[in-house]
């Protein structure tokens, strides 16, 4: 889950809690709970879900985009830890997709921002899983990486420009 949050704006009530619960806490105990049972099995795998969002934050998004890269350092721990074991640790970071999550959005967050649609995301997907591809970053999500790893500056600067322009427009 992913709530938009304009720190200045709507803080008073906002219950960052739950989105840490769902996104970030959930799936570490899932993990742990899974564990051993997995470790049993002649093979398994644990394929966490993070965002585009895991390399580099959307300021509109403040705590979802925490959640996320904290999930994708958390992924990078267990693939490590299990690196000889029977267990596959796989990261899917999604970009933008054509689902529900984005009713919580305006209009003008998503100016200018390509959407997939879900089954394509699948696609992509199962083809990262079946050629053991441990980073799946589909579309935008791959060019995002790059970016906010050769260019971090500029990368992070057309992030919040999103962010101002909602920011001025809600305001006014
Ligand atoms: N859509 C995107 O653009 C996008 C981009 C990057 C990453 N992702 C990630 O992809 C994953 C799936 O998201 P989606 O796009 O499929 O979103 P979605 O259509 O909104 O589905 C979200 C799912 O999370 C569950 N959920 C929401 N709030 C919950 C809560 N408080 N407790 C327990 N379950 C809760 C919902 O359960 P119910 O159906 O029971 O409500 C639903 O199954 C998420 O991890 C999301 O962060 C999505």
């Known amino acids: 889950m992913g709530k938009r949050l304009i720190l200045q704006k709507n803080f008073d009530g906002f219950d960052s809690d739950e989105e840490i619960r769902v996104n970030l806490s959930a799936p570490i105990q899932l993990t742990h709970l899974f564990l051993n049972h997995f470790l049993k099995q002649e093979s398994a795998a644990f394929i966490n879900i993070t965002s585009a969002l895991a390399s580099l934050p959307l300021p509109i998004l403040p705590v979802y985009s925490a ?24 990261e899917l970071a999604p970009p933008t997709t054509e689902t529900e999550m984005l009713n919580g959005f305006k209009q003008s967050d998503l100016k200018g921002v390509s959407v997939m649609k879900p089954q394509e995301l699948v696609k992509l997907s199962i083809d990262g899983i079946l050629n053991d591809k441990w980073e ?15 260019w971090p500056d500029f990368a992070l600067s057309r992030m919040s420009h999103q962010f101002q322009q909602a920011n001025l427009k809600e305001n006014s």
């Open 136 to 150: 799946i970053y589909p579309g935008a999500s791959g060019s995002l990486k790059l970016l906010s790893r050769i």
């Open 67 to 90: 959640t996320k890269a904290g999930l994708h350092s958390y992924t990078l721990s267990l693939r490590q830890q299990l690196k000889n074991s029977n267990i596959k640790v796989f």
